[in-house]
């Protein structure tokens, strides 16, 4: 059986979207305004981490998607996940101050995509499983 088209395109535009949002994010690059100085000593090494965890998945799984598109699909879930956990990090404000309001809209917007990630490459995954050809039975 040939794997399914179907899914592909939708996570591989998700997975750009969050990879754009995150980049739009970052410290010094896009619209975070907050000084490094107002995080606590913890959040900087933790929200440092989980952003370059977030950016090598979701490379990988554009990456892979046609070569490798069951690797893909798990390492965009795992990509949406971390996504989630960072946003909800910031949000609680429990490493530092608040997010301002467009860093809180971005990080929503961010979490949201997160999230349809999530779905979009469970559901390509469901289909590549369902599109597996069956193994051969065992003594043949």
């Given at each position: 059986m040939t794997e399914p088209r179907s899914g592909r395109g939708l996570l591989i535009a998700l997975q750009a979207?969050?990879?754009?949002?995150?980049f739009l994010?970052?410290?010094?690059?896009g619209i975070e305004t907050r000084p490094y100085s107002s995080y606590a000593a913890?959040?900087?090494?933790?929200?440092?981490l989980l952003t370059l965890l977030l950016f090598g998945a979701g490379i990988a799984a554009v990456a892979l998607v046609h070569r490798r598109p069951s690797v893909a699909s798990m390492a965009a879930?795992?990509?949406?996940?971390?996504?989630?956990?960072?946003v909800a990090l910031d949000t609680s404000h429990v490493g530092g101050l608040p997010p301002p309001p467009g860093p809180l809209v971005l990080g929503v917007v961010s979490a949201l995509v997160g999230l349809a990630?999530?779905?979009?490459?469970?559901?390509?995954?469901?289909?590549l499983s369902r599109a597996a050809p069956a193994p051969p039975p065992v003594g043949a």
């Open positions: 979207l969050l990879l754009i949002l995150f994010a970052f410290p010094g690059l913890w959040a900087g090494p933790v929200f440092l879930i795992v990509d949406g996940v971390i996504a989630v956990i960072i990630l999530i779905v979009a490459a469970g559901r390509y995954r469901a289909k």
